[in-house]
C-alpha cells in the first residue's frame, strides 16, 4: 500500500516535470521558430531567384494580352464600360468577355429559340475574285442537323456606338455525309453574314451570332483578318489536323518522323504549316516549339464543343470509337486555318502527318500547280494516293543511302491496288469555299470554269503506321512494287532532316 503511493507521487512528479518541460520548450521555440520564420521570408521575398524550379518570369498584362491573342484568337479585347454599345435600351446589347456564354476553352455558346449554337471563330472573307459582297465567316456547331429558326449577324464597330444588324445569308453544312451523324449529334456549319456597305471600308472589330435581331446575344466573336503583309500573298500553307500526337504506341519514334514530314514539305514548297492539336507529348511540343520559333509552324487549341468529352488520355480512343465526330473536328479545323490565312497565302494543302503530296517529276508544288496548258486557275487540285506499307522492321532490308531512322525516304514499297482518286488535298485561296471529306472543296458559284478541280501529276503519299488498317496489311510479292520518288529528295531531306535533329539532341550522333 505504502508503496504504491509513493510510486504515485513519484509518478504525478514526473509527469509535472515533462508537461512543464514540454510547455516551457514549446514557448521558447515557438518564439524562436517565428523569429526565423520572419527572417527567412524577409531575405527571400527581395530575391524570388532563390526559389528553385519555379517559373518566376515576371509577366506584364501586355505580355498576357498576347499569349491571350495568340492562344484565343476569338476572344475580343475588354471592353468595360458599365453601358457599352447598343441598339438601344431594349434591343442588342454589346456583350463583353466577363458576360459571354463560354464553353470548353475555345468555343462560346448561343441559343436561338430551341436551337444552341457553339462558335469557334469569325472571319472576314473579302476576297474580290468571288464575286460576292464581303462577308463574315463564322465557324460553327449546331445541336440539330436542321435549325429551326433564322439567325443574324450584330456587327460591332471600334469606335460605333449601335451595331449594324444583317441576316445570316447562307448555312453550309461543313459535312457532306450527314448520313453517318445522328439528328442528336452536333452538327457542324459555315454561316456566312454579308457586311453591309459603309463608307468606309473597315473590318468589324466582333461579331454576335442572333436570333431575332434584337436579342441580347451571349457571345460575341473577334472577327479575324489576316491580310498579306505588304500586299504579296505567300505560295503555299499547309493545314493539319493533329488530335492523335500522343499516341503512345509509335511514340519513340514519333518526334523524328514529324521532323522529317516538315522538312518534306518544307522542300515542297511549304511555307507555314499550321496544326491544330488537341493533345500533345511534350517531345512534340519541343519539335513543334523549334519550328515555330523560325516562324514555319503555327500550332492552334482545338477542343470538342458542348457535352463532348475532352479529358485528356481518353478523348483519343473517343475519337477513335465516333468517326464521325473525328470528321467533323478535323473539317472544322481545316476550315479554320483556310479562313484565317485566305488572305495571305494563295494555296492550302491539306494533310495529317502521315500524307505527303509528291510530284511525279516536278521539283515542287509551285512547278506542279504551273504545268503549261493549265490556262485559268482551278479551285482545287486532286491526286492519285499511293498506300507505303510500314514492313521495314519485319524484313529487315534496311537501305543503306539512307539513315534508318527517317521513315518516309526508308519505306518505298507500295501497294498496286487500283489507283484511288484522293479527295481534293490542295485548295486555292481565290475562289474556293472550303470544305474536306467526302466532298470536293465548293465554289462560290458552281459551274463556272474557274471552280473546277484539276488532276496533277503528284501521288499523295500515305505512310502506314503499322500494319493494322486494311491497306497496310498486304505482304511482299505482286500486291507490292517499289516506289522510289520520294528519293528524288534524299539529299536535301536527310541533311535537313539532321540538322533538327542534331539541334533537338533527338537522335545521337556519333
Ligand atoms: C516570446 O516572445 C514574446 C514577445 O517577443 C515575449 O514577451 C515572451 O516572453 C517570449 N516567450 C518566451 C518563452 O521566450
Ligand atoms: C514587372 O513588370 C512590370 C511592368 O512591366 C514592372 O512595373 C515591374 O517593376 C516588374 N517587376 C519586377 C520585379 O521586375
Ligand atoms: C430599338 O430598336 C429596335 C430596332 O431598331 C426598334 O424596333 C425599337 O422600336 C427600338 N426601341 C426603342 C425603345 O427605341
Ligand atoms: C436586353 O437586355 C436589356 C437590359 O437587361 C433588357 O431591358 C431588354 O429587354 C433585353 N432585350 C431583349 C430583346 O431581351
Ligand atoms: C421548341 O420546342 C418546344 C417543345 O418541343 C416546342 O413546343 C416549340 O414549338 C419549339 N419552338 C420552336 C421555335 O421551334
Ligand atoms: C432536314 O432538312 C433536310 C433537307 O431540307 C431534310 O431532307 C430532312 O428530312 C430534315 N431533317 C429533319 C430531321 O427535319
Ligand atoms: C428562314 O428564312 C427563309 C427565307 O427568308 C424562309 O424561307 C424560311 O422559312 C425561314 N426559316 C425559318 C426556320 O424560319
Ligand atoms: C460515312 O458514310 C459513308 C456512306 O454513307 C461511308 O462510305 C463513310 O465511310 C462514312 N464515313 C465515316 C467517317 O464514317
Ligand atoms: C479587305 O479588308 C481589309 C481590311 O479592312 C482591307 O485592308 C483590304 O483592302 C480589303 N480588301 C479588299 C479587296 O477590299
Ligand atoms: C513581301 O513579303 C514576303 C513574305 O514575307 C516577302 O517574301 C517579299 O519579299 C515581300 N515583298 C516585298 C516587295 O517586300
Ligand atoms: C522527351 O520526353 C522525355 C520524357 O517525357 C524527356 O525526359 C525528354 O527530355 C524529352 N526529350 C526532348 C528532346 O524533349
Ligand atoms: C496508278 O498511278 C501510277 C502513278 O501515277 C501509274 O503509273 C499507274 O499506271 C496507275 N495505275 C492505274 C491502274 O491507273
Redesign the pocket.
Known amino acids: 500500500m505504502m508503496e504504491n503511493s509513493m510510486l504515485r507521487s513519484i509518478f504525478i512528479f514526473l509527469l509535472c516535470v515533462v508537461l512543464a518541460t514540454i510547455f516551457f520548450f514549446n514557448m521558447e521555440h515557438k518564439n524562436e521558430t517565428d523569429s526565423s520564420t520572419e527572417r527567412v521570408f524577409t531575405e527571400q521575398v527581395f530575391h524570388p531567384q532563390d526559389y528553385l524550379g519555379i517559373d518566376n518570369t515576371n509577366i506584364s498584362n501586355d505580355v498576357i494580352a498576347k499569349k491571350l491573342f495568340d492562344s484565343h484568337p476569338n476572344l475580343v479585347p475588354a471592353r468595360l464600360t458599365e453601358y457599352g454599345p447598343r441598339q438601344n435600351d431594349s434591343c442588342a446589347l454589346y456583350v463583353n468577355m466577363l458576360d459571354a456564354n463560354h464553353n470548353n476553352i475555345y468555343w462560346q455558346e448561343q441559343r436561338a429559340g430551341n436551337d444552341t449554337y457553339y462558335l469557334f471563330g469569325a472571319y472576314l472573307d473579302n476576297r474580290t475574285t468571288l464575286n460576292a459582297d464581303p462577308a463574315v465567316r463564322i465557324i460553327a456547331m449546331l445541336d440539330k442537323r436542321n435549325r429551326t429558326q433564322n439567325l443574324s449577324c450584330q456587327f460591332w464597330y471600334q469606335k460605333e456606338r449601335m451595331p449594324i444588324i444583317s441576316a445570316v445569308s447562307e448555312y453550309r453544312q461543313l459535312w457532306k455525309n450527314p448520313s453517318n451523324s445522328s439528328e442528336s449529334d452536333l452538327h457542324p456549319f459555315l454561316l456566312s453574314c454579308v457586311v453591309p456597305k459603309l463608307n468606309k471600308s473597315v473590318v468589324p472589330e466582333s461579331v454576335s451570332l442572333v436570333g431575332a435581331p434584337c436579342q441580347n446575344a451571349t457571345n460575341n466573336l473577334r472577327v479575324g483578318y489576316n491580310g498579306?503583309?505588304?500586299?504579296?500573298k505567300?505560295g503555299f500553307a499547309v493545314c493539319v489536323t493533329a488530335l492523335g500526337l500522343s499516341l503512345r504506341s509509335f511514340l519513340p519514334v514519333l518526334p523524328i518522323r514529324l521532323i522529317e514530314w516538315i522538312e518534306l514539305n518544307k522542300i515542297l514548297g511549304a511555307e507555314k504549316i499550321i496544326f491544330h492539336e488537341m493533345q500533345m507529348h511534350p517531345n512534340m511540343t519541343t519539335v513543334m516549339e523549334h519550328y515555330s520559333n523560325a516562324g514555319e509552324v503555327e500550332v492552334s487549341g482545338l477542343s470538342l464543343p458542348g457535352y463532348l468529352t475532352n479529358v485528356p488520355d481518353f478523348i483519343l480512343s473517343y475519337l477513335n470509337t465516333k468517326p464521325h465526330i473525328r470528321t467533323f473536328i478535323e473539317d472544322l479545323a481545316y476550315n479554320d486555318c483556310y479562313y484565317k490565312y485566305m488572305h495571305q497565302f494563295e494555296f492550302f494543302v491539306v494533310l495529317d502527318i502521315f500524307k505527303v503530296i509528291i510530284p511525279d517529276l516536278a521539283p515542287d508544288w509551285r512547278a506542279l500547280l504551273s504545268e503549261p496548258g493549265k490556262k485559268s486557275p482551278a479551285a482545287s487540285f486532286t491526286a492519285n494516293r499511293s498506300v507505303f506499307v510500314d514492313d521495314k522492321a519485319e524484313m529487315h532490308d534496311w537501305s543503306a543511302e539512307v539513315p534508318k531512322y527517317l521513315h518516309m525516304l526508308q519505306h518505298v514499297h507500295r501497294n498496286v491496288k487500283p489507283n484511288v482518286t484522293e479527295d481534293e488535298t490542295m485548295a486555292s485561296a481565290k475562289n474556293a469555299i472550303f470544305q474536306k471529306s467526302a466532298s470536293p472543296f465548293l465554289c462560290v458559284r458552281q459551274g463556272s470554269n474557274n471552280c473546277r478541280s484539276d488532276f496533277v501529276a503528284a501521288q499523295l503519299h500515305k505512310y502506314c503506321v503499322g500494319r493494322e488498317e486494311d491497306e497496310c496489311k498486304t505482304g511482299r510479292g505482286d500486291q507490292l512494287q517499289i516506289d522510289t520518288t520520294i528519293r528524288r529528295f534524299k539529299g536535301e531531306l536527310i541533311k535537313a532532316s539532321n540538322k533538327a535533329l542534331k539541334t533537338l539532341g533527338l537522335v545521337k550522333f556519333t
Do not use: K, S, V
Open positions: 498579306a503583309p505588304n500586299g504579296t505567300r
